[in-house]
């Protein structure tokens, strides 16, 4: 588990649903899971107890439906990030949910893929908004418009662009060299994913790495970015 992971919170009827959603995010780093609701009215109440960094819900519940629950959580003052995922896909439902502050909008049926990329983007701007209180027009045209710019279609399945750029700013920084451990334990991302995205950074010519040998045990491999 990352550390001081965004809390996620699930609203969505359809058993079936809920449990994708819950098996796809369970996937992914630096989220955690803390409830569930079947209904909107059971959403509300759950976000008022719980506070949850980021809520997941559908448009068509019982009892109340996602745009009435997303406006009614706003007029109570309420800032909980919404990402809508439902069958809803009329331009009226769209604009409607986005004017309310939806932070993503996803059409079932949707792949794996498409939930990382969401939840992907949804992690880098919920960072750098946390660890900012003023921005220049440069930082903040980033934080709109760079993600929605960026294309994974040549990345290998499994990577992702927003998670392999974090990793190649965090070494570019840094100017040296360290471990996957390392980076992974500084950027809440898990030992083997760190690797992974490493390791094609060093297929790609923007980083290397070379050994070094310990007293005890196995030699470990340092990543840095490539010097000139």
Do not use: W
């Not at 949804?122 to 930082?139: C, I, N, P, S």
């Not at 840094?174 to 390392?182: G, I, L, M, R």
Request: net charge positive; charged share 25%; with cysteine.
């Amino acid at each position: 588990m990352a550390k001081n992971p965004i809390t996620v919170l699930l609203i969505e009827d359809d058993p079936m649903v809920l449990a994708i959603n819950r098996s796809y995010i369970n996937q992914l780093d630096g989220f955690n899971i803390i409830g569930t609701a079947s209904n909107g009215t059971e959403g509300i109440q759950l976000i008022r107890k719980l506070n949850p960094d980021l809520a997941i819900m559908d448009v068509y519940m019982p009892q109340q439906d996602g745009l009435k629950m997303l406006k009614q959580l706003r007029s109570e003052g309420y800032q909980t990030d919404i990402i809508m995922i439902t069958a809803a896909s009329d331009l009226e439902t769209v604009k409607y949910a986005l004017q309310y502050g939806a932070v993503d909008y996803i059409v079932k049926p949707f792949t794996f893929e498409r939930i990382q990329q969401a939840f992907e983007n949804y992690l880098v701007r919920h960072r750098q908004f946390k660890k900012k209180k003023e921005v220049t027009q440069a930082e903040l045209d980033t934080m709109l418009f760079q993600l929605e710019r960026r294309k994974d279609t040549t990345l290998p399945k499994g990577l992702n662009s927003v998670t392999l750029e974090r990793i190649f700013d965090f070494l570019n920084a840094k100017k040296t060299s360290y471990y996957a451990d390392e980076v992974a334990e500084s950027l809440g991302i898990a030992r083997v994913t760190a690797r992974r995205y490493l390791e094609y950074l060093v297929q790609c010519g923007k980083a290397e790495v070379f050994m070094e040998y310990q007293k005890v045990g196995r030699p470990k491999n340092r990543y840095q970015t490539k010097r000139k």
